[in-house]
């Protein structure tokens, strides 16, 4: 079992930067791939990001390209996701995943463990 706790969102202006953070519990933190995703009130949820156990593979959403950097340190059971030149359509609740099954790691299906969120305001 993994326990997830995001931190580090608020409010920025369009064209700056966050970095949020994901704290996991348990042993097995290694074993699993991981996954950013965001949701807006009254819309589903949306991946963002993800990375593969070993951190050595990232996937984006094509909207976050170029400006979204998703990472992990394994020893210290964090996944990070350094969020550079936001804009306001980037405004949502984040969440972090654990990857449990499946071959879509931008699929939220795939994904059985989920933090309770951090919200991420950016302003024009």
């Known amino acids: 079992q993994v326990q997830l706790v995001e931190s580090g969102g608020g409010l920025v202006q369009a064209g700056g930067s966050l970095r949020l953070s994901c704290a996991a519990s348990g042993r097995t933190f290694s074993w699993y791939g991981m996954g950013w995703f965001r949701q807006v009130l009254g819309k589903e949820r949306e991946f963002v990001a993800s990375?593969?156990?070993?951190?050595?593979?990232?996937y984006y959403t094509d909207s976050v390209k170029g400006r979204f950097t998703i990472s992990r340190d394994n020893a210290k059971k964090m996944v990070y996701l350094q969020m550079n030149s936001l804009k306001p359509e980037d405004t949502a609740e984040y969440y972090c995943a654990v990857k449990v099954s499946g071959a879509g790691s931008d699929v939220a299906s795939n994904y059985g463990y989920w933090g309770q969120g951090t919200q991420v305001t950016v302003s024009s």
């Open positions: 990375i593969n156990r070993s951190g050595g593979s990232a």
